[in-house]
């Protein structure tokens, strides 16, 4: 069965510090990669997606960017964090095969910028 | 352009009473519809979707959605609340063939004893 993990779970950090969070998924191959943040009560909000290995989409201009050194690893890094980074940043995966629409989603970090 | 509008950012229910939550969606081509459940400090989890077949989509936990074309609407209902559907609620729409699935706002479904 697939599963996906994201760490570290809880993230406290300055402004002004890099960020670094991380992804993986098993058990399966080539799968579609996402990153959201959700803020505090807001929806979800689409960062970056991949559809394969160093392909990756950006949907915010912001101070965040994506990689995708792996086929199953997706890395969200920052610089230098903001205040407004502040969030709850969820990984998800789709499979590359038609008709496979679920989206499934990782347990979260909880990132606070302070 | 696809898009998707929850009416309500909070519903309450008592125990035992009809859960509505209501999705509205704008798409050009037909879509795909899901319904996506969070509890606190968690990711979110498939509820149910609908994917051109049975405009009637039953999920888990007793939670079923009608699409409805003439009303571009999703929304979603379970006849008894239980307190352990106490969550947030996300519709979302993705284009057939897609990649990218857009979410709505959400709503927190507050259940009363």
């Known amino acids: 069965s697939q599963t996906i993990h994201q760490w570290p779970a809880t993230l406290v950090q300055p402004v002004g510090s890099p960020l670094s969070l991380e992804c993986t998924v098993e058990g399966t191959s080539n799968p579609n990669l996402y990153w959201y943040r959700q803020a505090a009560g807001r929806g979800l909000q689409l960062l970056f997606y991949?559809?394969?290995?160093?392909?990756i989409s950006s949907e915010v201009p912001q101070n965040l960017s994506a990689s995708r050194p792996q086929d199953r690893q997706f890395i969200l890094s920052s610089k230098k964090l903001l205040l407004s980074d502040s969030g709850f940043y969820l990984c998800?995966?789709?499979?590359?095969?038609?008709?496979?629409?679920?989206?499934?989603f990782g347990p979260g970090t909880r990132l606070l910028v302070l | 352009a696809q898009s998707v509008t929850q009416l309500g950012s909070h519903v309450s229910v008592s125990e035992g009473a009809l859960v509505l939550l209501r999705c509205n969606y704008s798409?050009?081509?037909?879509?795909?519809l899901f319904w996506y459940v969070q509890y606190p400090n968690q990711g979110l989890q498939l509820l149910l979707k609908?994917?051109?077949?049975?405009?009637l989509v039953k999920g888990i936990n007793g939670f079923e959605a009608e699409f409805k074309k003439s009303e571009t609407s999703f929304h979603l209902t379970k006849p008894s609340a239980h307190m352990s559907d106490a969550a947030e609620y996300f519709c979302a729409v993705m284009i057939t063939g897609g990649f990218k699935t857009i979410f709505g706002a959400g709503t927190r479904l507050f259940v009363k004893a």
């Open positions: 998800a995966w789709t499979s590359a095969l038609a008709g496979a629409e679920t989206q499934y």
């Open positions: 991949s559809v394969g290995i160093g392909q």
């Open positions: 798409s050009s081509v037909p879509p795909y």
């Open positions: 609908y994917t051109s077949a049975a405009t």
